[in-house]
């Protein structure tokens, strides 16, 4: 079965900070893997994808950048931190293989202040 | 721009009763159609997909019905337990494209 991590779990930033979340998926090889982002009590936002290593497709800019250093890795990352940058964000892969799902992680509560 | 609008905003069901979510999307074209469950703190959990060529899916309490010609979706929760309050988000697009959630809606189901 197909598990997806996320690190770390919670963070608490100052403004201007840098950022680095990341993401791994184990049992899937060559997955599709997406960022979202959820503000609090929203919907879910489309970040970025990436079809595979080294290869990250931008959907909204949000002064965030991704990459996909290793098949089963998926980063997400800013030099300099906004407020607006609080939220949820989410690791998912979509199983093409299938019907199209598109599983989620656990997600990573960031709070700017 | 495509949007996926989702109602009502927020619902109370007392336990025991059926929950109905609606969600209209714009795009004619769009095939695949997902509704995730999420509970606070947690990522979304996918509860029943339905493609286009059905017009009903059931999973257990669970059933999404599917209205190509309104293109519009529901999904009907009978027997809603208090464990099922939770926000609940619509999805439309394709199997082997994009996908665009709706703004969600949280259910609340009283004992």
């Known amino acids: 079965a197909q598990t997806i991590h996320q690190w770390p779990v919670a963070e608490i930033k100052a403004v201007g900070s840098p950022l680095s979340l990341g993401c791994t998926i184990k049992?899937?090889?060559?997955?599709?893997l997406y960022w979202y982002w959820q503000a609090t009590g929203g919907t879910l936002q489309q970040l970025f994808y990436s079809i595979t290593v080294g290869q990250v497709e931008s959907v909204v800019q949000l002064n965030l950048s991704a990459s996909r250093p290793k098949d089963d890795q998926f980063i997400l990352s800013t030099e300099k931190l906004l407020l607006s940058h609080s939220g949820f964000y989410l690791c998912?892969?979509?199983?093409?293989?299938?019907?199209?799902?598109?599983?989620f992680g656990e997600g990573s509560k960031l709070t700017v202040l | 721009q495509q949007q996926v609008r989702q109602s009502p905003q927020s619902l109370t069901v007392w336990e025991g009763g059926t929950t109905v979510l609606t969600c209209s999307y714009e795009d004619s074209t769009f095939n695949y159609f997902p509704w995730y469950q999420q509970f606070p703190g947690e990522g979304p959990a996918l509860l029943i997909s339905i493609l286009s060529v059905s017009d009903k899916k059931e999973d257990g309490r669970f059933t999404t019905f599917f209205n190509k010609r309104e293109k519009k979706l529901s999904l009907h929760i009978i027997d809603s337990q208090p464990g099922d309050s939770a926000t609940y988000f619509c999805a439309a697009g394709y199997n082997q494209g994009k996908l665009i959630f709706g703004q969600g809606t949280k259910l609340s189901i009283k004992p």
């Open positions: 998912a892969w979509r199983d093409w293989g299938g019907a199209g799902q598109l599983y």
């Open positions: 049992g899937k090889s060559s997955p599709n």
